[in-house]
């Protein structure tokens, strides 16, 4: 028998927030499925984070619906709050509660939940334990947010940004501790500015752009969705001969050519025959390569080829 169709367990439909003359969030409909780590990803402003508010239960949307667990927050709040983790984008904790006392203190809001020395095991600060919150690194302080959000042991657990401005290391020991967590089963909607942590952690994603969801799928049908596996990024020219750029159009295995400040990026089929042809194509016109790059296609070229612009724009 056909296993069965996985079931949402956040559904959002024709979803609408306006800040006066700003409209943050346009009309947007997304399916969370139960299990999945689903990516929302998209450039400041473009509405994630209200959107997650809004999911969270801590911003009133000014139309359309959200089921969350089955629930609405109209109607089953408390039931919705004991059931999940919340990490916020800035998660402000008192800086002269040790770290034992900060897990403790978010544990008492619960009715069940893991012990408080057995979360913050899971994030791997049993040596900070007794240390206060004001004398942790940043990576820390990050795992304790997440262990606050995950003392009430949730079904779904929310996400924003958690590993924006954490070294390398920190960012790798909080991509685990989401692993495992999706490993149990649990939900995850997660936030991120960095594409490498989309494509290794979320089983989906949604790139939002002005409020609205411009693209969903798995990062793999996304980057396929390109039709072209590599991007070539150079800079050319001398004072008093401009580059032709139409011409690169017709040049073998190219798919798309975009020029923005003096450089020129093309998405390709066969990186083998277009960089030559490219290079040929320079010698005739008889201007001077001064800058190349190749790089495999990626969700944030995905982005860059929906709305021109790249992920991390302000």
């Not at 609205?212 to 590599?230: D, F, Q, V």
Request: contains cysteine.
């Amino acid at each position: 028998m056909p296993a069965p169709a996985p079931t949402a367990t956040l559904r959002v439909r024709n979803l609408r927030k306006a800040y006066r003359d700003v409209v943050a969030v346009d009309g947007l409909d997304l399916e969370v499925l139960r299990g999945e780590c689903f990516g929302l990803l998209g450039p400041n402003g473009a509405g994630k984070t209200t959107t997650i508010e809004i999911c969270e239960g801590l911003t009133a949307a000014d139309s359309g619906e959200v089921e969350l667990l089955g629930m609405r927050w109209d109607v089953h709040a408390r039931e919705l709050r004991e059931r999940l983790g919340i990490q916020l984008q800035e998660t402000q904790l008192s800086e002269k509660l040790t770290v034992l006392e900060t897990v403790r203190l978010f544990r008492s809001f619960f009715r069940c939940g893991p012990d408080a020395a057995e979360v913050i095991a899971l994030v791997q600060l049993e040596e900070k334990q007794r240390s206060r919150v004001g004398g942790l690194s940043g990576g820390q302080k990050q795992r304790l947010a997440i262990a606050c959000a995950l003392v009430g042991d949730p079904e779904f657990l929310f996400l924003d940004e958690p590993t924006t401005g954490l070294d390398p290391q920190a960012r790798r020991q909080l991509w685990e501790l989401i692993e495992r967590f999706k490993l149990a089963g649990r939900t995850i909607l997660l936030t991120t500015h960095y594409m490498d942590e989309a494509e290794r952690l979320c089983d989906r994603v949604a790139i939002m752009d002005h409020g609205k969801a411009i693209a969903l799928g798995t990062p793999r049908e996304l980057i396929a969705s390109l039709g072209a596996e590599h991007l070539v990024e150079f800079s050319a020219g001398v004072a008093g001969r401009a580059l032709d750029i139409s011409a690169l159009g017709a040049v073998e295995g190219v798919r798309d050519v975009h020029a923005d400040n003096g450089s020129v990026r093309m998405q390709v089929t066969e990186l083998h025959r277009a960089v030559p042809a490219l290079l040929a194509e320079l010698a005739r016109q008889g201007v001077p390569l001064t800058e190349l790059r190749t790089h495999s296609a990626t969700l944030e070229d995905v982005f860059v080829t929906l709305t021109g612009r790249y992920l991390r724009d302000e």
